[in-house]
């Protein structure tokens, strides 16, 4: 214990730690440093991240083995990484951080030591046979709840049990709210601890009738104002920080504008400066400011700024960094913040405890998710004690909300493996590694999942299994020969790719199509919209119906895939399919982005999203094109996806590939008689300045000189 005794001391030191807390020395006493794995399942800034740096150090400089950090979200995933490069550096420790392109190996890992990524990369990286994978002795797996939800929780599922059937690590799973963490511990053959410990005691109370009532704390009587307004002023006269969490993206932009005034009154004259210069900055995030940008620029200048997917990722970060440093005294988020990254507060206010969910109608969030919300008060560094509160309507409202969540434990955590789009992706990714060569070995494979440990019975599983592998032989993604189980060179392809069986059979139906149709980009951007991984698309609304379908017809000749009968339940999704494809031909087309927010009613994140989506599922089609040997449809698609990452026209590809250009200020060269490489190297820098601003001409002329 000596020798783990200096390591707990260095890194204390390096963390700025006087001395391990509770739980930290619980953890220590449980068989931390031993070649155990552990499931810690402690409040929010308890020191669990910690923990898991002490056994990544461990393993590291005693083990000489690799780490690899999974989180749920690329934001969490580059908080890590900013994080571990900073602290471990002077131990000649080396971090990547690794989240973007999901078809490579990414073989320079292999000289690094802390691998932090997503849980959706490190999948791709085990379909991808990276070897510095056999180099891994510790898995960290935070956020281990996840495995309760439906889109995120299979892949997580299999990545860890792809990673102990080929390589067997230790593995720390991480989580500030688990009921059922036995089961988690006992699938991952671990100890575990489950502690309530926090190191700021967390309040817990209901406001309604202009009063905030605790349990066991005084009572806040709130000025004779809209419970938030009066929250807000409340927590300004604390001199302290809150977040909001409310149900939709609207409500978070109305209450943000709600409370700016009064905020304002609270400002000092130094805070008002600085605001004034991050709202120029949230101002210009985009090339040309959208009327989002104008509302969010507009309230961060009083120091409230609304936070939800729809912000692009320089907005979110400027808004994370400067409520952190405290010039921003309220975000009002939708509960995604909740699992993201770290942003605590004196105060979290949640208003909203209903959301819609389609299919089901309003209802109350889970237990859970209030959990992981309220757990985000109380900052360490700051406060010795944070606040949760609800609100109600009334007296009546408030007794429900104390007996449902702040008495009610979280729900216990389920296997969402059984569905067969997971089933069938993962299949094929499993035959396609090598990992699995016959249903006996696929069937031991998933008897290892969580899924398995926690129901026993895996009968109905199997049956899935059974159903998928017909189907991947009749798309022609394996073959089987006796019981032998094998990828063929497409199948491999797909499962490479990271795209959907089901969706690859589309695409490659669509191509063959394509054959005997003359396409235009329409015919391609259909293509990858009416895909599952497109979903959720764009609604359409009842005045915009007709014209929708108008355009349609107008283009039916040049649709790759058949369009369905009006009656038929797949039309729905082929015309919502169609109004996105809408959406990608008005961005090539140049149309202004506030023109296409506003027309396909979508936010700026939104719209990114979806832009990045399509150019992961154009990109695997040119893949995908290549060997079919569709040499056409391969070229349409590479030119395709290059009009897309910039939104313009064909004719200004070989300017908007220019560092700092992008698509307006090409389209002003263009319009000028400037029209490729070769003008600009002709063109005086007085005349490009005028055009695209000092800087960036200054800039293009000095890459166009040493070229």
């Keep these: 214990m000596e020798k783990e005794g200096a390591l707990i001391e260095k890194l204390l030191k390096i963390s700025n730690f006087k001395e391990l807390n509770p739980v930290q020395k619980e953890a220590v006493s449980k068989g931390l440093l031993e070649n155990r794995n552990m499931v810690i399942a402690t409040p929010t800034a308890s020191g669990k991240t910690f923990l898991s740096e002490?056994?990544?150090?461990?393993?590291?400089?005693?083990?000489?083995?690799?780490?690899?950090?999974?989180?749920?979200?690329?934001?969490?995933?580059?908080?890590?990484?900013?994080?571990?490069?900073?602290?471990?550096?002077?131990?000649?420790?080396?971090?990547?951080?690794?989240?973007?392109?999901?078809?490579?190996?990414?073989?320079?890992?292999?000289?690094?030591?802390?691998?932090?990524?997503?849980?959706?990369?490190?999948?791709?990286?085990?379909?991808?046979?990276?070897?510095?994978?056999?180099?891994?002795?510790?898995?960290?797996?935070d956020e281990i709840?996840?495995?309760?939800?439906?889109?995120?929780?299979?892949?997580?599922?299999?990545?860890?049990?792809?990673?102990?059937?080929?390589?067997?690590?230790?593995?720390?799973?991480?989580?500030?709210?688990?009921?059922?963490?036995?089961?988690?511990?006992?699938?991952?053959?671990?100890?575990?601890?489950?502690?309530?410990?926090?190191?700021?005691?967390?309040?817990?109370?209901?406001?309604?009738?202009?009063?905030?009532?605790?349990?066991?704390?005084?009572?806040?009587?709130?000025?004779?104002?809209r419970n938030e307004l009066g929250m807000a002023e409340n927590t300004l006269k604390l001199e302290k920080q809150a977040l909001f969490?409310?149900?939709?993206?609207?409500?978070?932009?109305?209450?943000?504008?709600?409370?700016?005034?009064?905020?304002?009154?609270?400002?000092?004259?130094?805070?008002?400066?600085?605001?004034?210069?991050?709202?120029?900055?949230?101002?210009?995030?985009?090339?040309?400011?959208?009327?989002?940008?104008?509302?969010?620029?507009?309230c961060v200048k009083f120091g409230v700024a609304f936070h939800h997917a729809g912000i692009v990722a320089k907005q979110r970060h400027l808004i994370e960094e400067n409520f952190r440093n405290g010039l921003i005294k309220f975000i009002i988020a939708t509960p995604t913040l909740a699992m993201g990254v770290s942003l605590p507060a004196f105060r979290v206010i949640i208003r909203d405890v209903k959301r819609y969910y389609p299919r089901i109608g309003s209802s109350y969030i889970p237990v859970l998710e209030y959990k992981q919300m309220a757990g985000r008060a109380g900052r360490p560094e700051f406060d010795r004690y944070g606040e949760s509160i609800l609100v109600a309507k009334n007296e009546m409202e408030a007794e429900e909300l104390v007996e449902r969540y702040i008495s009610g434990e979280p729900e216990e955590i389920y296997s969402k493996l059984?569905?067969?789009?997971?089933?069938?992706?993962?299949?094929?990714?499993?035959?396609?590694?090598?990992?699995?060569?016959?249903?006996?070995?696929?069937?031991?494979?998933?008897?290892?999942?969580?899924?398995?440990?926690?129901?026993?019975?895996?009968?109905?599983?199997?049956?899935?299994?059974?159903?998928?592998?017909?189907?991947?032989?009749?798309?022609?993604?394996?073959?089987?020969?006796?019981?032998?189980?094998?990828?063929?060179?497409?199948?491999?392809?797909?499962?490479?790719l990271y795209i959907d069986p089901h969706t690859a059979r589309h695409i490659i139906g669509c191509l063959e199509n394509g054959k005997n149709i003359k396409t235009k980009p329409i015919s391609y951007l259909h293509m990858v919209s009416n895909t599952i991984e497109m979903k959720p698309l764009l609604n359409i609304g009842q005045s915009e119906f007709d014209e929708i379908n108008i355009k349609l017809i107008e283009n039916e000749k040049h649709m790759l895939c058949e369009r369905p009968s009006e009656w038929d339940i797949e039309f729905d999704d082929f015309l919502k399919a169609f109004k996105t494809s809408l959406l990608f031909s008005a961005w090539i087309d140049e149309s202004g982005e506030d023109e296409i927010l506003e027309k396909f009613k979508v936010t700026p994140g939104e719209l990114r999203s979806k832009l990045e989506i399509a150019d992961w599922l154009l990109y695997a089609s040119q893949e995908l094109a290549i060997i079919l040997k569709e040499k056409n449809a391969a070229g349409d698609l590479r030119k395709l996806r290059a009009r897309m990452k910039y939104g313009i026209g064909e004719e200004l590809l070989s300017l908007a590939r220019l560092k700092g250009i992008g698509r307006v200020r090409a389209r002003k060269l263009y319009n000028s008689g400037i029209k490729n490489v070769a003008d600009i190297k002709k063109v005086s820098i007085k005349s490009l300045s005028l055009l695209v601003g000092e800087k960036t001409a200054k800039s293009i002329k000095e890459l166009l000189d040493k070229s």
């Design 54 to 141: 002490i056994v990544a150090v461990q393993t590291i400089l005693e083990k000489r083995k690799k780490v690899v950090y999974m989180a749920p979200l690329v934001a969490l995933a580059a908080e890590k990484y900013q994080s571990f490069k900073k602290k471990y550096r002077e131990l000649g420790i080396k971090t990547a951080l690794s989240v973007g392109d999901l078809d490579g190996s990414d073989p320079h890992l292999r000289d690094y030591d802390i691998i932090v990524c997503s849980n959706e990369k490190l999948d791709s990286l085990l379909r991808h046979d990276a070897d510095w994978i056999r180099d891994v002795g510790l898995v960290i797996a």
């Design 145 to 225: 709840h996840m495995l309760n939800d439906m889109s995120r929780g299979p892949t997580l599922e299999i990545a860890l049990t792809k990673l102990r059937n080929l390589i067997n690590p230790k593995v720390m799973a991480l989580s500030a709210t688990i009921k059922n963490v036995d089961e988690i511990a006992k699938w991952l053959d671990a100890n575990y601890l489950v502690s309530e410990w926090r190191p700021v005691k967390l309040y817990e109370g209901v406001c309604y009738d202009n009063k905030i009532n605790f349990f066991d704390k005084e009572s806040h009587k709130l000025p004779n104002k």
């Design 245 to 298: 969490f409310v149900a939709t993206r609207k409500a978070a932009e109305s209450l943000a504008d709600m409370l700016k005034e009064d905020v304002k009154k609270f400002l000092k004259k130094e805070e008002m400066k600085k605001l004034n210069e991050i709202s120029k900055r949230i101002l210009n995030a985009l090339e040309r400011p959208t009327k989002q940008c104008k509302k969010l620029a507009d």
């Design 418 to 496: 059984a569905v067969e789009p997971v089933l069938r992706t993962h299949a094929l990714s499993l035959i396609s590694s090598g990992m699995c060569n016959d249903e006996s070995s696929l069937e031991d494979f998933f008897a290892k999942t969580f899924y398995a440990s926690q129901y026993g019975n895996v009968r109905e599983l199997e049956d899935k299994i059974e159903n998928v592998i017909e189907k991947l032989i009749e798309w022609g993604f394996i073959s089987k020969k006796g019981t032998e189980l094998k990828p063929t060179r497409i199948g491999k392809r797909v499962s490479e």
